[in-house]
């Protein structure tokens, strides 16, 4: 089985910064890819961000510019800088991992519990 565990979050002003950080731990052969979504209140889940083990990045237009994702695949870790935060901003932000549990095996996806993020005006 594989857990996901995001941190980092908290409440910021506006103009203001935060690190989240998203860790995969259990059975794992491999990572494909960690991807980070969010969903405001009463809002479908977005995608912030994506991130393949090729090394493949996508942005949503909305954090292009603000967010950048690292990643530490010695530790099954990713990161996201968020800076110059908005308002708008604010929701839950989740860790989705691509993950290989067992060699040759299919690919799975596996979502953390959230981590919550507002940005006050």
């Known amino acids: 089985q594989v857990r996901v565990v995001e941190s980092g979050g908290g409440l910021v002003q506006a103009g203001g910064s935060l690190r989240l950080s998203c860790e995969a731990s259990?059975?794992?052969?491999?990572?494909?890819?960690m991807d980070w979504y969010r969903q405001a209140p009463g809002k479908q889940r977005e995608l912030v961000v994506l991130?393949?083990?090729?090394?493949?990045?996508h942005y949503a237009d909305s954090v292009k510019g603000r967010f950048a994702i690292s990643r530490d695949n010695a530790k099954n870790t990713v990161y996201l800088q968020m800076n110059n935060l908005k308002p708008e901003d604010t929701a839950v932000y989740y860790c989705?991992?691509?993950?290989?549990?067992?060699?040759?095996?299919?690919?799975?996806?596996?979502w953390g519990q959230g981590t919550q993020v507002t940005v006050s005006s």
């Open positions: 991130s393949r083990s090729t090394g493949t990045t």
């Open positions: 989705n991992v691509h993950a290989v549990p067992l060699y040759g095996g299919p690919t799975y996806s596996y």
């Open positions: 259990g059975t794992i052969f491999s990572i494909n890819g």
